[in-house]
């Protein structure tokens, strides 16, 4: 089951710098999930002037539960960057 998370950042005073804080650890934990078969694409959500306001990750996952699991090895959530965060179930179009 696919579901799509859209998170943004806090926008407070240090924000972005506890963002680049756990930047190096959310990538490598989200490699091994891509190589698990479970991330599709993701990428950072930018402001207009180019700075890194949140995230958009695809996850391919058995089911929510699965899904809730995986996340708490999340650094963007255990140190607190992403604010806001929501989770949808979602299906990716095959276009041929």
């Known amino acids: 089951m696919q579901f799509i998370l859209i998170a943004y ?11 680049m804080r756990s930047r190096p650890e959310h990538l490598e934990k989200i490699s091994n ?3 698990a078969g479970e ?3 993701g990428g950072a959500i930018l402001s207009d002037a180019g700075q890194m306001i949140g995230s958009v990750i695809l ?4 089911d929510r539960a699965a ?3 995986l996340l708490k090895n999340e650094p963007y ?8 965060i929501e989770i949808r179930p979602f ?3 095959t276009i041929e």
Request: hydrophobic share 35%; proline share 6%.
């Open 67 to 69: 899904l809730d699991e």
């Open 9 to 19: 950042d806090g926008t407070e005073p240090g924000a972005l710098d506890r963002r």
């Open 33 to 35: 999930v891509k190589k």
């Open 91 to 93: 299906r990716l179009a």
């Open 77 to 84: 959530i255990y140190n607190k960057v992403w604010e806001k």
């Open 39 to 41: 991330f599709l694409f």
């Open 59 to 62: 996850y391919d996952v058995p």
